[in-house]
């Protein structure tokens, strides 16, 4: 089982930026693949951008062009950049990851995929 650990929320005004970190440990960070969800209040749990072993990357269309992930695999850490924040982004945002080789848009997006989850980091995006 991979243990995960996010950082990085907190509170920012729009048009800020904040970057999260997930740091893993227990597994083979190489053979990984991580991903962002983020769950709102009141609503589901939905995916936000992964990054497969292959250093593929799939984002939502909600954060394309303003979020960025990226991976330092010398400190088994994926990183998060987050710019041009919109109050729609106020979530708590969780960190996953998968043994499992995805190969759709589709099985990306699935948070079934994802066996290791973090704790959740809160971001708040003020109007």
């Known amino acids: 089982q991979v243990q995960l650990v996010e950082s990085g929320g907190g509170l920012v005004q729009a048009g800020g930026s904040l970057r999260l970190s997930c740091t893993a440990s227990?597994?083979?960070?190489?053979?990984?693949?991580m991903a962002w969800f983020r769950q709102a209040p009141g609503k589901e749990r939905e995916f936000v951008v992964a990054?497969?072993?292959?250093?593929?990357?799939y984002y939502a269309d909600s954060v394309k062009g303003r979020f960025t992930i990226s991976r330092d695999a010398t400190k088994n850490t994926v990183y998060l950049q987050m710019n041009s924040l919109k109050p729609e982004d106020t979530a708590d945002y969780y960190c996953?990851?998968?043994?499992?080789?995805?190969?759709?848009?589709?099985?990306?997006?699935?948070?079934?995929?994802?066996?290791?989850w973090g704790q959740g980091t809160q971001v708040t995006v003020s109007s």
């Open positions: 996953a990851a998968t043994r499992r080789t995805l190969v759709t848009t589709a099985t990306f997006e699935d948070r079934r995929n994802y066996g290791d």
């Open positions: 990054l497969d072993w292959r250093s593929l990357t």
């Open positions: 227990g597994g083979t960070f190489s053979s990984l693949t």
